[in-house]
């Protein structure tokens, strides 16, 4: 079973309007934490914002939110104010457990494909 | 603060010849991965370095085998290069107790032909 799951392998939206990009996981670890990363055409992977399993509150980095529903399993992106520079692709990410010092590695989800229209 | 640096940027081999990657963790960072993203695909995790030793390996054959010095750059090897290794190799780089700074550099492409 996919433990990242993205959707919506592409989505189109207008210059300086919100797109929110769906991502769902799946872990039954109780300790994780959620990224969200940002990959233009040259292939750098842009760390965008993160979310632990733990926080109460919903993270914000700019124009990026995280809309975080745990009951859901759900840690969907939202951008604000969309830009042309915004178009990329986009990978949601988890790492799971950190008991005993040992780092849990990336899961990336296949990704969703942006593309602002002016 | 230089962020995390991989070298070569591009790189053509033949099939049957070996390869390494070199990856400068950012600055204060002492934990080193690296993944293979193929085309159309989210990146997979090869094996992650800490303290000069492997830690953890994906699911990746013998093949793949690193390397971490003591200032904690890293090299990535892969012997018996095969068409199916062609891809992007991104190494990422975090705090061991850092639980939420994981970045990454931009990428090393490999082509096999």
């Known amino acids: 079973a996919q433990k990242i799951t993205q959707t919506q392998p592409g989505m189109f939206v207008q210059e300086k309007e919100a797109v929110t990009l769906d991502c769902t996981y799946d872990t039954s670890d109780p300790s994780y934490g959620l990224f969200w990363y940002k990959q233009p055409s040259s292939g750098e992977m842009i760390f965008l914002i993160y979310q632990g399993s733990y926080d109460q509150q919903n993270a914000t980095e700019g124009r990026y939110s995280l809309n975080f529903q745990k009951a859901r399993k759900s840690a969907n992106l939202v951008i604000s104010a969309s830009q042309l520079g915004d178009s990329a692709m986009y990978f949601c990410?988890?790492?799971?457990?950190?008991?005993?010092?040992?780092?849990?590695?990336?899961?990336f989800g296949k990704g969703t494909k942006l593309s602002v229209k002016p | 603060d230089a962020g995390v640096t991989q070298s070569p940027t591009h790189l053509i081999k033949t099939r049957g010849q070996q390869v390494t990657l070199r990856c400068s963790p950012k600055?204060?960072?002492?934990?080193v991965s690296w993944y293979q993203q193929a085309l159309g695909q989210g990146p997979q995790f090869i094996f992650q370095?800490?303290?000069?030793?492997?830690?953890q390996r994906g699911n990746f054959p013998d093949r793949f085998s690193g390397h971490q010095f003591p200032n904690y750059s890293s090299e990535l090897n892969v012997n018996a290069l095969l068409l199916g290794d062609s891809a992007l190799y991104l190494c990422a780089s975090s705090l061991d107790r850092g639980w939420d700074t994981i970045y990454f550099g931009e990428g090393s492409w490999l082509t096999v032909v």
């Open positions: 990410a988890m790492r799971e457990g950190y008991y005993g010092g040992s780092q849990g590695n990336l899961i």
């Open positions: 600055s204060g960072h002492d934990t």
């Open positions: 370095y800490y303290e000069e030793e492997e830690r």
